[in-house]
């Protein structure tokens, strides 16, 4: 089992310029999360999706985040435009199932650095 | 709302040494709760978890039981080695309104020195 995969593990942009950050999750499992960790706001859920259906996005900070799984094995986040205050590292992460004793499996992030 | 607050790092100890990170969470309805680990550079992996009262979760070594009545989740190790060093993060999952949400404490670093 590979494991969650996020692409790239890096990526320095400028700001304005749109970023699209790639996740493949563990076969077989029907739940994505996608997550953001700062020092200051320490890790921050954004987005999940329960059978590649978007469940709860209330914590998309604003419109130029977007979330999109068009099947079960490919997620996209997307920031359009970025700013400085996006430089963060953003997980993503999978789960087997929706009840409270599942954990989540991670991926490695990707460390996004906006300039 | 749901919340876990951990104890503030970092925490620095001496190879061998017992460990005790504190975690309490405020939840409505019964929780099941974790604790991940992250190694530099890396994402969280679980490390143990407990889904209802007075369970015990462990791994490597590691330690936590579920307490109810004082609404805790201690992670706990008897001796730890310098592999060991990580942030630890506290969390809990609960499904409210068919959104579940796996909410993480702000993590707490540990260096073990030789």
């Known amino acids: 089992d590979a494991g969650v995969i996020q692409s790239p593990r890096h990526e320095v942009t400028e700001m304005g310029q749109e970023v699209t950050l790639r996740c493949k999750p563990i076969?077989?499992?029907?739940?994505l999360f996608w997550y953001r960790q700062t020092m200051m706001r320490g890790l921050e859920l954004l987005i999940y999706?329960?059978?590649?259906?978007?469940?709860?996005d209330s914590g998309m900070p604003e419109d130029r985040f977007s979330a999109k799984m068009p099947n079960a094995s490919f997620s996209t986040l997307k920031i359009q435009p970025s700013e400085p205050r996006d430089s963060a590292v953003y997980f993503c992460?999978?789960?087997?199932?929706?009840?409270?004793?599942?954990?989540?499996?991670f991926g490695s992030g990707t460390r996004l650095t906006v300039v | 709302g749901n919340s876990v607050t951990q104890m503030e790092g970092p925490v620095t100890l001496s190879e061998e040494a017992f460990l005790t990170i504190n975690c309490t969470y405020t939840?409505?309805?019964?929780?099941?709760l974790f604790w991940y680990v992250q190694y530099p550079g890396e994402g969280l992996q679980l490390l143990l978890k407990?889904?209802?009262?007075?369970d015990k979760g462990s791994n490597k070594g590691f330690e936590a039981t579920y307490r109810k009545e004082t609404t805790s989740f201690h992670l706990e190790k008897g001796s730890v080695q310098v592999s060991d060093s990580a942030v630890y993060f506290c969390?809990?999952?609960?499904?409210?309104?068919?959104?579940?949400?796996?909410?993480f404490g702000k993590g707490t670093k540990l260096t073990v020195n030789p």
């Open positions: 076969s077989g499992h029907n739940s």
């Open positions: 999706f329960n059978n590649n259906v978007p469940i709860d």
């Open positions: 939840a409505t309805g019964y929780p099941s």
């Open positions: 992460a999978s789960s087997l199932g929706t009840t409270g004793s599942y954990g989540y499996t």
């Open positions: 969390a809990l999952r609960t499904s409210q309104g068919g959104s579940e949400k796996l909410v």
């Open positions: 407990a889904t209802k009262a007075d």
